[in-house]
């Protein structure tokens, strides 16, 4: 294994685990098993700085690790193909359009998880699931794109290359 094939599996492990540390970063929303959190901003960088599959790892694994972690492990399933989905879509759209990349991205992330509140806790949940993932998915949109440019400077810069 080259360096730089090694920092390259080294970043990428981080933003899994930063994805996972952002999304503990939680506040529980009242009445239903769900929380608002900020791991989006890091799936959006991690999709948009390195590609749809590790947007795709970041955001299913490092989210539903966070779950499990919380005490949410009915969601952990939901959470990998969601979240997985999301950085994906992310990734594919936003390496030449990152607004619509996340706007896509957010829409099946928003879209899924209310599908399954409404299934999980009844079709009133799905409002407060919507208004939440809107909240939470606008904050992440706005972090990632103010910081994706000095990361790209900072990580690409240098070796003049990037992996997907």
């Known amino acids: 294994m080259n360096s730089t094939h090694a920092k390259e599996v080294a970043l990428k492990g981080l933003l899994i685990g930063a994805v996972a540390a952002a999304t503990m970063l939680s506040i529980p929303v009242?009445?239903?098993?769900?929380?608002?959190?900020?791991?989006?901003g890091i799936i959006y960088l991690a999709a948009l700085l390195l590609g749809p599959v590790w947007g795709a790892a970041a955001g299913g694994i490092g989210a539903s690790l966070a779950d499990?972690?919380?005490?949410?492990?009915?969601?952990a399933p939901f959470t990998l193909l969601i979240k997985?989905?999301?950085?994906?879509?992310?990734?594919?759209?936003?390496?030449?359009?990152?607004?619509?990349?996340?706007?896509?991205g957010a829409a099946v992330m928003i879209a899924g998880y209310s599908t399954v509140a409404g299934i999980l806790y009844g079709?009133?949940?799905?409002?407060?699931?919507?208004a939440t993932?809107?909240?939470?998915?606008g904050i992440g949109a706005a972090a990632a794109?103010?910081?994706r440019p000095v990361l790209k400077k900072a990580l690409f810069s240098s070796s003049g290359s990037r992996s997907s």
């Open 30 to 40: 009242p009445g239903f098993r769900l929380y608002f959190n900020f791991g989006e």
């Open 68 to 75: 499990l972690l919380l005490g949410y492990p009915l969601w």
């Open 123 to 130: 079709w009133p949940a799905v409002p407060v699931e919507a």
């Open 133 to 137: 993932d809107v909240v939470q998915c």
């Open 84 to 104: 997985g989905a999301e950085g994906y879509i992310v990734g594919r759209i936003g390496q030449r359009r990152p607004v619509l990349g996340i706007a896509a």
């Open 145 to 147: 794109l103010a910081a």
